[in-house]
């Protein structure tokens, strides 16, 4: 396959899945779901957390800028934290506890009930996210998982689950940028109406 055709094909099969999105009332209805949980978690003060490995962290960090930063206008802060930051913390449990424990551990400090947790894992197997959702359940944070097709051990400690019909990794996570970026606009949209 040459070049220009590979390019083709990945838009393609992007702009499919993406289709799948759009006809599919269930994760619709899911998204605006998860609007609505952290508009009351926000009223409530409370917070929102994200916790990933490699490209799901990265887009976790991206998520939770929308939400502390601005998403399409100047409004004020909300609290919201990508558990993987602080590299010190990470690197100092990871190397005296495990790394499935980082985020675990994390959210039983600095975690309280109300709270929403967002975990991102395409494979929705990545131990420490897991990990993470059964601490926040068990303290009553709200938990959500985005991942890919199946769901994989993280489904059963979700509260919220978005499980994108793919097992194609850069076209789960666009998908999850894409529900994200949305979510993030409902939130501004309701709690600061221009």
């Not at 494979?123 to 709200?142: Q, R």
């Amino acid at each position: 396959m040459d070049n220009q055709s590979l390019i083709r094909e990945r838009i393609t099969s992007s702009i499919q899945l993406k289709q799948s999105l759009l006809e599919n009332t269930a994760l619709l209805q899911t998204t605006n779901k998860l609007a609505e949980i952290i508009v009351a978690c926000y009223n409530n003060g409370g917070k929102v957390l994200w916790a990933g490995n490699g490209g799901s962290a990265a887009d976790a960090q991206h998520l939770a800028a929308e939400l502390t930063g601005r998403f399409y206008y100047d409004r004020p802060a909300l609290s919201s934290e990508a558990l993987h930051v602080n590299t010190s913390y990470i690197t100092a449990v990871a190397n005296d506890y495990a790394y499935d424990l980082i985020y675990s551990r994390l959210i039983s400090g600095i975690g309280k009930k109300g709270d929403v947790l967002i975990g991102l894992s395409t494979s929705g197997n990545s131990g420490n996210v897991v990990n993470a959702l059964i601490k926040a359940k068990e303290m009553g944070i709200t938990t959500v998982g985005f991942t890919g097709e199946g769901g994989g051990k993280m489904k059963e400690h979700c509260d919220l689950l978005f499980a994108i019909p793919s097992r194609d990794t850069p076209r789960i996570q666009e998908c999850h940028m894409l529900l994200g970026h949305t979510v993030c606009e409902i939130v501004e949209t309701t709690l600061f109406p221009k």
